[in-house]
């Protein structure tokens, strides 16, 4: 029997397990034979609640993870070699996936700095100046995540301003979405009105950090980009065989509502962590916290001290940041506990 | 409540569910928090595991498709930009992956027809001709599939003497060990006989196709090859973040010979097909029967009538050769009832 | 004072000197400032002179060398990742260009045997079998060499069979005319009947085996794909600079069809060398010589006995077959200095 | 008989014919038959010419244009599929080559912004903080360009310290000398100091901007780099076939300095017109004049009235900053009567 090393990790939402009705789901799809490569019924379940969710016009692919959705996602939005994408320094494209998107793609990011993680209308037109330039790329999508990596989120009318400039010059707008259920629970709005009602053309919906065990969904809300998907899902090495039981677990997510009841939760530890310490003296909350991720600078000393005792990554060691992530199943008692550890380690 | 189309499926062993073991083992995974990307208990389990199989030289690198551990595998082991790789013709990697070795890893296969999907070491001397012409790709890796694309096995020696060939002329062996199991299975051999003492390089070892829900091992056989492989699973998309869940499948198959028993109920099962109907005129096998495989020609219009009550594939149209496959769960009785099917259909 | 080595080499077309009237193009264009990267008055006469040859819709885009030309046409006529090339296995791009189509290109060659060099309509028609199979390659381009590597040519009707085979499917017809001058001449026929006039889609006009210093031309038939191939030529890596000296060779070249005469010349040379070797007993002549090039099979003790001589390829080892080739300035005396030392060579 | 349509190009270097030696060197490469692609003797004397500036490990490789250098230097310089190449923001590779590093090499470039162009080793350390880490690419080469796209030098002890860094940290030195010589004449060093002597790994010689014709040549200082280059410069499609008539012009302007009387001259000339227009008021040289190029910001209503006199291009439009560009070729009446334009355009 295999124990877990650690009580809590507050290091990540790929920590946590899986949520029991996904397990449920899986066991139930674990019936008799069934076709592979997406054309069970499960999968086709899945297709009915997506467009539920996000309209009649969108087409589910279901991947195998978050760097795969993306990338799938951004190879059916690039028909041209010298297409590039534009998104913020921070985006997970850009910092985390190892450079795929240069090497699987190749293609270059033209990457913004910002000072929260969200992209502006403004960011992108600034990055025009170079169309029509044969010896320059040319933009073709602008990549956003929806929560960003600064654990911050984008307002549907945000998104539609981003959407609006993209199209308005000839681009595509994708959203990484790996904790969109995040961005929905904090928003309070529906998935559809971050993506479908705000102009998103290709999006990918998260279900690991969510309570999935493993996989992903691409959603594509611009019919005209579906028919290459398969091919590309393929290709970039996404195609799951018995799909049945990851089809399964979205659908578990997508039922009842379970994401938001899943994002509310973390979302809401999140938030009673940041405000149980940030008026400590010391330490610094960094970003807005609008989803399920703090980010605090600590005066450096305590770190260790701290991480000696809970699983947290220092995000970016020259300035002693490091981020604190809730999940599903993060409880009141955990987040009360690690409070009060934070504040007698920190205590003057 | 979903309910499965097809009675049963002879067309993958995709197709089949997951063995009650793997699914009991990633229920008991779903215990409280643990790292993501492979830092778990599982993990480490699985690697001792894989030690066992393979040899204490062994480095396991869980993958979520069998396509991403032969990318995998195939980049880490080729570091110049003109090596190439020498396969059979109807290997997975140049027939059925969409083009990923040529997109994804940008190398160009140098393929051999074969009469039965085995390449043998003086295919390989005849492909080395252009062995320092600059204009000409040099071919780095020798990769082959056991079981073949085909059904068909090597025997110990028959890989052996493929890697004392590569060896010899500065090239690596690559195995495609997406059904390896059954190969052990049928030649009554360890995993170990047919890839490290053979003299394999990097392999894969299938789950999905032995009883697992998704989940593939990369198993590396030289250290000086395993340095990159951690880079290059992020890259090639292959990461799984909650991977404590498949390895878990993986370390359950890896448990009392499971692979074996899951391999030889297959195996039984296509023997048992093929010496059903093998006497039927009208009907070739085409290859030997070495596996969980049977590739058959038909009469073409007793195709369709056999494909309107069972779900298998025709694997090529022009010669009315169809591919029967049996997986782990195929029991005596449904290839009976399927033999009398087939017996009948072809009556004269 | 360098010399040069040999007194006559028949290894190459690439061995000989250029054309003086090509040498006195580029020093009269080296007059004054001129903008660089094709905006200046020999690269716009240029255009002219290809619009002449190639019909009113052609444009013409400068390269650097002929595998540059093939890239650059191909990145064109390729918009999806998991599109396919259907060629010869003996095409220049499958076996002279160290993969760069899977490299540059990322792209599957879907290679056919041939006789002798030539590509038939049922050759492309039995490699569509995968059409919608997401798990392979989907053809999109036809490519072909005229002349062939073999020598050998394709007559207009023999194209425009190809061509018409190629836009019934929804593909595109590529033409390798590194010695496309040479099939003219032998056919007879004006450069447009064998490209423009027989369907041809892109195709590369060569310059430096006419008589050139260096440069090509690529010249696109559908208007449609050209828009794109500026920004290509520049990423792959076949945009000069001081365009002006490679437009004015390639201006020489199609001014009072030198390139005819230029070709002539070396296919009548040629053909007295086949002519004065193919009674040989112990001689084969392995193709037809339709072209400047001529294959043939030599007893293996004379091959290093005639290669001190002079300077010539052995083609293919194993069968020990050589290769000789002449050019523009190949003359009557040459091929029957060297016809002598052949006969006597090869005497019993 | 084709007329240029500019009396005088401050456009760039690559608007200046070639200089007459060119062109008598490349008329004298013109006799008789010559082996291919580099096998000849013009390329051998290239070699020696070569090893008397750079040292006697250095071997060169002719290409055929600036990003050519550049992809084939880099490619042999990197052989894990996530290695990355630090370079300041400003870098040719980063902006003007249509994203080749991205797709061609398949890279990413981490790129820093910088004041004038020059890297320094602080900011090289600064982009390490990810060695070791999974997710992010690697750093193995740092790349400089000498002289900078923004006309600045470094000198022989600030590439040094580059070197020093890069060594210290695994990694390699990459020069982009596109403009090398105009740095060797600035700084009144040799071409050696700059590069060999300094500890750079590969870097390219640029010809065509010194007064060539067509060509660049890529020098390997790190013998064991070498050997892949062959392979490489064919697949990144740099392989020239008729070599003779590039390794001519190279051999030229390595023959009695002309290299340097040209850069000299052309660096002279920038000189003579910043001095010229440095008081204006409404004119602001942007970065000190170490070469061939200024950058000026302009009063915006001068700049069409000054473009519809001479060719020169706008460096940045928001900005109003303007480039101009001298050449071998450039002369002091020419200059004196720029301006003199240039101060009456800008007369109050």
Redesign the interface.
């Known amino acids: 029997?295999?124990?877990?090393?650690?009580?809590?990790?507050f290091?990540?939402d790929?920590?946590?397990?899986?949520h029991p009705a996904v397990?449920d789901a899986?066991?139930?799809?674990?019936?008799?034979?069934?076709?592979?490569?997406g054309d069970?019924?499960?999968t086709a379940?899945l297709q009915d609640r997506l467009r539920d969710e996000f309209g009649a016009h969108a087409a589910g692919f279901v991947v195998?993870?978050?760097?795969?959705a993306n990338?799938l996602s951004l190879?059916m939005m690039m028909?041209?070699?010298?297409e590039?994408i534009i998104c913020p320094e921070s985006a997970h494209i850009a910092?985390?996936?190892?450079?795929?998107?240069?090497?699987?793609l190749?293609?270059?990011?033209v990457t913004v700095p910002t000072p929260d993680g969200r992209l502006t209308p403004d960011d992108v037109t600034a990055r025009l100046?170079g169309r029509g330039n044969?010896?320059?790329?040319?933009p073709k999508v602008v990549s956003i995540s929806e929560v960003t990596e600064l654990g911050t989120c984008y307002t549907p009318d945000q998104i539609a301003a981003l959407a609006e400039v993209a199209h308005d010059n000839g681009m595509l707008l994708h959203m990484d979405g790996a904790r969109l259920a995040n961005a929905a629970a904090f928003l309070g709005c529906s998935l559809r009105a971050l993506t479908t009602d705000a102009g998103v053309d290709v999006l990918s919906f998260g279900g690991?950090?969510n309570g999935?065990?493993?996989?992903e969904a691409v959603v594509v809300l611009r019919p005209d980009l579906a028919d290459?998907a398969?091919?590309?899902?393929?290709?970039?090495?996404?195609?799951?065989?018995?799909m049945r039981?990851?089809s399964a677990q979205l659908t578990a997510l997508l039922t009842d509502d379970l994401w938001r009841k899943n994002a509310t939760q973390a979302n809401t530890m999140a938030k009673r962590l940041a405000d149980g310490v940030s008026d400590l003296p010391g330490l610094d909350i960094r970003y807005p916290v609008e989803s399920n991720a703090i980010f605090a600078t600590l005066p450096p000393d305590t770190i260790p001290t701290l991480q000696s005792q809970y699983?947290f990554h220092t995000w970016h060691?020259?300035t002693n940041t490091v981020r604190w992530m809730t999940?599903f199943?993060t409880t009141p008692t955990e987040i009360d506990t690690f409070t009060t550890t934070i504040r007698q380690t920190l205590k003057p």
Chains 1, 2, 3, 4 share one sequence.
């Open positions: 029997m295999i124990e877990p090393r650690y009580a809590k990790s290091a990540s790929n920590h946590a397990g899986a397990m899986v066991a139930a799809a674990n019936t008799g034979d069934a076709p592979a490569y069970d019924e499960w379940a195998l993870n978050g760097t795969g990338m190879s028909t041209r070699r010298y590039a910092t985390h996936e190892t450079g795929a998107s240069e090497r699987v190749g293609v270059k990011l100046g044969i010896s320059e790329v040319q690991s950090k999935g065990l493993v996989g290459a398969p091919y590309l899902r393929r290709q970039t090495l996404q195609l799951g065989s018995k039981y990851i699983l060691a020259p999940a199943n």
